[in-house]
């Protein structure tokens, strides 16, 4: 886990870590690196798979890549512990296949783990970007040696991460689509349609805004608002029932995730209606859906739920 002491906030600007990001991280970490879960998980499948499988230079690019997506970054401590569970896992690799001394071992993984932050809070972008310096982890767009690969790139466990955290609303940035250019006959002429489709995430992490607010405090970046109280409000006013946010994405959960194992972890409280929420979930055609963590904060239940897309 990331160390609270190593975390960068400043609590009268950025969501200070709380119960409920320790409840996110630690559902990370038993949901996507657990042992135990690794048969459901799409992406520890194709990484387990790097050890028996050839590449062929002609696969597409988003087939290399593991993208894992944390919406309202914050402080960075819940992507940050992601990011360095990936570490240690390549590490482990790295130790098991060098006892193994087999040639199937000298082959180079070409696959790369993308870990997104975005936040509609241009100080929580900062002080995210901080805490990733702070563990010792790269972070797109820093002066240093880009190219230093985390791992011994003659070794075959050179899996290579890149972490890029930027503002944004929500999944709306471009860097969550590719385009394509469709070209079309009309009468005589031809007409090229650009076209934005979404890139498939294995890994979707929410720890939304959910107290019950009146509708009118919740942040609305379209202001480009520069008050600082503004955006810390970003992180914890959710309006009506405090879904109003979440409720943005939650009916659309399904065509974001990866086929076969691209999983959504939620943070939600018990006046969010879960019941329902789970229900909304449940209902896009090939997902399951479960509590994964709980506990109790202030009183108040907070649950982490768990789709995962089949």
Avoid at 51 to 76: A, P, T, Y
Avoid at 291 to 307: I, Q
Wanted: aromatic share 8%.
């Amino acid at each position: 886990m990331a160390r609270i002491r190593d975390t960068s906030y400043d609590k009268s600007v950025v969501y200070e870590p709380s119960e409920d990001s320790f409840l996110l991280a630690d559902a990370v970490a038993e949901e996507i690196w657990s042992r135990e879960k690794r048969k459901e998980s799409n992406a520890l499948r194709r990484l387990d798979d790097d050890d028996e499988n050839d590449f062929d230079d002609e696969n597409d690019e988003e087939e290399e890549e593991f993208v894992s997506v944390e919406i309202g970054v914050g402080s960075g401590y819940v992507l940050c512990s992601h990011a360095m569970r990936f570490c240690e896992e390549m590490k482990e690799r790295l130790q098991r296949k060098q006892r193994e001394d087999d040639s199937k071992t000298k082959k180079k993984c070409r696959r790369v783990w993308r870990f997104l932050g975005v936040d509609v809070n241009e100080k929580a972008v900062e002080h995210a970007k901080e805490t990733m310096r702070r563990h010792g982890l790269r972070v797109v767009g820093d002066d240093e040696e880009e190219e230093k690969e985390d791992f011994d790139e003659d070794d075959s466990s050179s899996s290579r991460y890149s972490i890029e955290i930027f503002r944004g609303d929500m999944l709306e940035d471009d860097r969550f689509y590719r385009r394509r250019i469709n070209a079309k006959k009309k009468k005589t002429e031809e007409v090229k349609e650009e076209e934005r489709k979404k890139k498939p995430i294995d890994v979707l992490l929410f720890n939304p805004p959910y107290v019950v607010t009146p509708s009118e405090e919740i942040y609305d970046p379209s202001t480009k608002s520069s008050s600082l109280s503004s955006s810390l409000t970003a992180a914890w006013a959710g309006g009506v029932r405090g879904r109003e946010v979440v409720d943005r994405i939650l009916y659309d959960i399904k065509s974001w995730l990866r086929p076969n194992g691209g999983t959504f972890l939620v943070v939600a409280y018990a006046q969010n209606d879960i019941e329902e929420m789970m229900e909304i979930l449940s209902n896009q055609d090939g997902m399951r859906v479960e509590r994964a963590k709980w506990t109790k904060a202030d009183e108040e239940s907070l649950v982490v739920l768990k789709a995962v897309r089949l």
